[in-house]
């Protein structure tokens, strides 16, 4: 077979072909094996198909690859692995043993796909990709690599099967020859399969690929953990014994159905221990686990979890700075148990962990509730875990089925694209090339004219694709145009675009006000701004700057617009040129609609005409002062209003003094913004405090995640202050919740 370049332990073929007889055995046991594992999975027919695919890979697969390593042993030990990690459905085995051929022979795809199916090619051609895409410069080192990889491959099956992959290969190359391949290797399961099989809750992989890992790259810390972990074994498991024969007692006294197992905690996380806490081995106090697994119907898991704590909780004292509540609120990859650290016998701290045999079955083997694998967002997200829990429960088909079946409505692939340099760039579903151009930077975004994508200039508006190489190409003549709305993907991109058309308008409009100016001045004509305001209303203009821009670009003539500002002077109402100080003292006819009193320098008079400024929504308790606008009407601002400082600087004599009188009896609107961490729950958790408060509703809500950081607008309808303050420090309780501030 002509030697071809593949990533991983897929490379160029050796020249050595020989197997020896101990791989022979092996590789006979591992069929056995494998046979074994699927078949309570497997109908009869599909065991037939698996046994005769495993007479053809003996036959037709190269023995070593060109790093010596057995082709096809390290084929089947991945099937068997899988199988016991997950278990498997027969289209997810086929697709492991025949990973090999494909990959090598490329121009077997569509066989494949004739005689298995599009499942069993769909997984190979992701498994493909995934090699493919792993070996970009640049990209490996990278945290987007999980997202690539994440993006690339649509059945999670194909990236638990990489995960499996790399821990056989980790397995494999102990002692190699090639030390530095074996430390890319080792850097590549600590820092991208490793975290993968965390986040999907492969805890056993996880914690494997990561002693693999420090042994690979440092051996000596590795083997002194190891042997002296050996050395204290008896003792330990002792101990172990000894601290689980009363805690039975008691469990089953209380009539808890359980099983108890005790288990050392791996040598990574012990070192992390070692140079987090800056101790030595002897000084780490929690270098074993106790496990509770309690059965129970999922209707009483956190009652029976916390029995059994409170239960452990009266044997042993507890430390509290070590509780974690995983049972309340969830990680966010769906993980679920009750730790607490207690003092055992002679003074050392165990921890100890409680969870239901559903918990345990999530924990061990990383089922679907922990997938939130394709990047969905917000209370969907929630829903969609939720609703996986409830379909594990009941579901007959088991596990695998659901990684076939499950796919959030919510979820779209993200794009991966490539700078010239080999900088990776994720994109929103459909992103352009001017969404590419903004990625990089603004001021590329605003100069961009194009791009050179595989040789061939592109539109702006061309869609890129993943893997894409992208060359920008600029021009200092270029700005942002309206239309560019339109077809741009993401949110940088349309933030950007708006805010810099958003600048040139006004620029254009302080032109076109300046304009206006001269023109006034020169007919000595004295402008009130809220004259002008008015007059730019009824001209049909929505907004102020609209108006001058328009001016500017002489769409509209100024001496027309003077003479009809002129015409309307001198019908203005009187209330324009009155101070402050003759308001104050002004009687009004009208009656107030509203029911709060106005403070007016220290004399409460009822039955003024007042508006709450929408600008900065002042509520009762405020620091507040009054503008007098031109229709005589009191407009009550914020002191910290962003508007106060140009009305002081422009109308002085319109100020005056107002501050709140009685008791808050009215609700009125305030915004929140609440910045945390995208766990599962904290929309409900918020939200539930905010319904549980007396004299407040939630009037509208606004959510917003990005990279795992959740970002919340709530506008709230409250009566005052001290309630608001109060409803603020509740808020930051909440866990994940960072900060909670009035907007």
């Given at each position: 077979?002509?030697?071809?370049?593949?990533?991983?332990?897929?490379?160029?073929?050796?020249?050595?072909?020989?197997?020896?007889?101990?791989?022979?055995?092996?590789?006979?046991?591992?069929?056995?094996?494998?046979?074994?594992?699927?078949?309570?999975?497997?109908?009869?027919?599909?065991?037939?198909?698996?046994?005769?695919?495993?007479?053809?890979?003996?036959?037709?697969?190269?023995?070593?690859?060109?790093?010596?390593?057995?082709?096809?042993?390290?084929?089947?030990?991945?099937?068997?692995?899988?199988?016991?990690?997950?278990?498997?459905?027969?289209?997810?085995?086929?697709?492991?043993?025949?990973?090999?051929?494909?990959?090598?022979?490329?121009?077997?795809?569509?066989?494949?796909?004739?005689?298995?199916?599009?499942?069993?090619?769909?997984?190979?051609?992701?498994?493909?990709?995934?090699?493919?895409?792993?070996?970009?410069?640049?990209?490996?080192?990278?945290?987007?690599?999980?997202?690539?990889?994440?993006?690339?491959?649509?059945?999670?099956?194909?990236?638990?099967?990489?995960?499996?992959?790399?821990?056989?290969?980790?397995?494999?190359?102990?002692?190699?020859?090639?030390?530095?391949?074996?430390?890319?290797?080792?850097?590549?399961?600590?820092?991208?399969?490793?975290?993968?099989?965390?986040?999907?809750?492969?805890?056993?992989?996880?914690?494997?690929?990561?002693?693999?890992?420090?042994?690979?790259?440092?051996?000596?810390?590795?083997?002194?953990?190891?042997?002296?972990?050996?050395?204290?074994?008896?003792?330990?498991?002792a101990y172990i014994a000894d601290f689980i024969a009363p805690v039975k007692k008691k469990l089953t006294e209380a009539g808890l159905r359980f099983s108890i197992k005790g288990r050392t905690k791996s040598i990574s996380s012990i070192w992390a221990k070692i140079r987090k806490q800056k101790v030595d081995l002897q000084h780490i106090y929690d270098l074993f686990a106790i496990r509770v697994i309690i059965d129970t119907p999922r209707e009483r898991e956190k009652r029976d979890c916390w029995l059994a704590y409170s239960i452990l909780a009266d044997m042993y004292t507890a430390n509290p700075a070590r509780m974690k509540d995983w049972i309340t609120i969830p990680k966010s990859n769906g993980?679920?148990?009750?730790?607490?650290?207690?003092?055992?016998?002679?003074?050392?701290?165990?921890?100890?962990?409680?969870?239901?045999?559903?918990?345990?079955?999530?924990?061990?083997?990383g089922l679907a509730a922990h997938w939130r694998y394709k990047g969905v967002k917000g209370d969907s997200t929630d829903q969609w875990m939720n609703n996986i829990r409830d379909i594990l429960e009941t579901a007959e088909s088991g596990p695998m089925q659901l990684m076939k079946d499950i796919r959030p409505d919510t979820y779209d692939k993200e794009v991966f694209a490539f700078t010239p340099k080999g900088d990776l760039l994720r994109l929103s579903p459909g992103a352009t090339v001017l969404d590419f151009a903004f990625a990089i930077h603004s001021n590329v975004g605003c100069r961009c004219t194009g791009a050179i994508i595989d040789g061939v200039h592109r539109k702006l508006n061309h869609?890129?694709?993943?893997?894409?190489?992208?060359?920008?190409?600029?021009?200092?003549?270029?700005?942002?145009?309206?239309?560019?709305?339109?077809?741009?993907?993401?949110?940088?991109?349309?933030?950007?675009?708006?805010?810099?058309?958003?600048?040139?308008?006004?620029?254009?409009?302080?032109?076109?006000?300046?304009?206006?100016?001269?023109?006034?001045?020169?007919?000595?004509?004295?402008?009130?701004?809220?004259?002008?305001?008015?007059?730019?209303?009824?001209?049909?203009?929505?907004?102020?700057?609209?108006?001058?821009?328009?001016?500017?670009?002489?769409?509209?003539?100024?001496?027309?617009?003077?003479?009809?500002?002129?015409?309307?002077?001198?019908?203005?109402?009187?209330?324009?040129?009155?101070?402050?100080?003759?308001?104050?003292?002004?009687?009004?006819?009208?009656?107030?609609?509203?029911?709060?009193?106005?403070?007016?320098?220290?004399?409460?008079?009822?039955?003024?005409?007042?508006?709450?400024?929408?600008?900065?929504?002042?509520?009762?308790?405020?620091?507040?002062?009054?503008?007098?606008?031109?229709?005589?009407?009191?407009?009550?601002?914020?002191?910290?209003?962003?508007?106060?400082?140009?009305?002081?600087?422009?109308?002085?004599?319109?100020?005056?003094?107002?501050?709140?009188?009685?008791?808050?009896?009215?609700?009125?609107?305030?915004?929140?913004?609440?910045?945390?961490?995208?766990?599962?729950?904290?929309?409900?958790?918020?939200?539930?405090?905010?319904?549980?408060?007396?004299?407040?509703?939630?009037?509208?809500?606004?959510?917003?995640?990005?990279?795992?950081?959740?970002?919340?607008?709530?506008?709230?309808?409250?009566?005052?202050?001290?309630?608001?303050?109060?409803?603020?420090?509740?808020?930051?309780?909440?866990?994940?919740?960072?900060?909670?501030?009035?907007?």
């Open positions: 077979m002509e030697s071809q370049t593949v990533p991983n332990s897929i490379g160029f073929l050796s020249t050595d072909t020989r197997l020896s007889r101990s791989e022979l055995r092996e590789l006979a046991g591992l069929a056995s094996s494998l046979r074994t594992l699927s078949a309570g999975r497997l109908s009869e027919e599909e065991q037939e198909s698996i046994s005769t695919l495993l007479r053809e890979i003996s036959r037709t697969l190269p023995c070593r690859d060109r790093h010596g390593l057995p082709f096809a042993l390290l084929t089947l030990r991945t099937a068997v692995l899988f199988a016991e990690s997950v278990e498997p459905d027969h289209d997810i085995l086929v697709a492991i043993l025949l990973f090999p051929v494909g990959h090598l022979d490329p121009a077997k795809s569509d066989g494949i796909r004739k005689r298995w199916g599009a499942d069993v090619a769909g997984i190979i051609a992701g498994m493909q990709s995934v090699m493919r895409f792993g070996a970009k410069t640049g990209v490996r080192n990278a945290d987007n690599y999980r997202g690539l990889l994440l993006s690339l491959a649509d059945d999670i099956r194909v990236i638990i099967t990489m995960i499996v992959h790399n821990v056989v290969l980790m397995r494999a190359i102990n002692h190699h020859p090639d030390t530095q391949w074996v430390r890319d290797v080792a850097f590549e399961a600590e820092y991208l399969y490793a975290q993968l099989a965390h986040r999907l809750g492969l805890y056993k992989l996880k914690s494997e690929l990561e002693d693999l890992a420090l042994k690979y790259t440092n051996r000596e810390i590795y083997t002194q953990i190891a042997r002296k972990l050996n050395e204290t074994k008896r003792a330990r498991d993980y679920e148990s009750l730790h607490a650290t207690v003092m055992g016998p002679q003074s050392k701290w165990v921890e100890v962990q409680f969870r239901t045999k559903r918990m345990d079955l999530v924990a061990e083997k869609r890129i694709a993943n893997g894409d190489t992208v060359e920008i190409v600029t021009s200092a003549n270029q700005s942002p145009s309206h239309d560019w709305l339109s077809f741009v993907a993401t949110s940088k991109a349309k933030n950007k675009i708006r805010q810099s058309l958003n600048e040139a308008k006004l620029h254009k409009a302080e032109l076109g006000k300046e304009l206006l100016e001269r023109r006034a001045k020169n007919r000595k004509t004295d402008l009130d701004e809220a004259a002008v305001m008015r007059v730019i209303k009824r001209m049909g203009y929505k907004f102020n700057n609209d108006f001058f821009a328009a001016l500017a670009d002489e769409e509209v003539d100024a001496a027309k617009f003077l003479t009809i500002y002129e015409a309307e002077a001198d019908t203005e109402n009187e209330a324009v040129k009155v101070s402050a100080e003759e308001y104050r003292f002004k009687e009004t006819q009208e009656e107030d609609a509203s029911t709060e009193i106005l403070t007016i320098d220290g004399k409460t008079m009822k039955g003024l005409k007042y508006k709450l400024a929408k600008c900065c929504s002042p509520i009762f308790g405020d620091d507040v002062f009054g503008f007098v606008s031109s229709d005589g009407v009191i407009k009550v601002h914020h002191k910290d209003c962003p508007n106060a400082t140009n009305i002081r600087k422009r109308y002085p004599y319109r100020i005056i003094d107002v501050e709140w009188n009685g008791s808050p009896d009215t609700q009125l609107p305030v915004t929140l913004k609440v910045i945390g961490n995208d766990d599962i729950g904290i929309v409900t958790n918020i939200t539930s405090i905010i319904a549980k408060e007396p004299g407040m509703g939630l009037r509208n809500i606004a959510i917003d995640s990005h990279d795992g950081v959740f970002q919340g607008y709530l506008t709230i309808n409250i009566t005052d202050t001290g309630r608001l303050n109060s409803l603020i420090r509740k808020l930051k309780g909440v866990k994940g919740v960072k900060d909670a501030a009035r907007t």
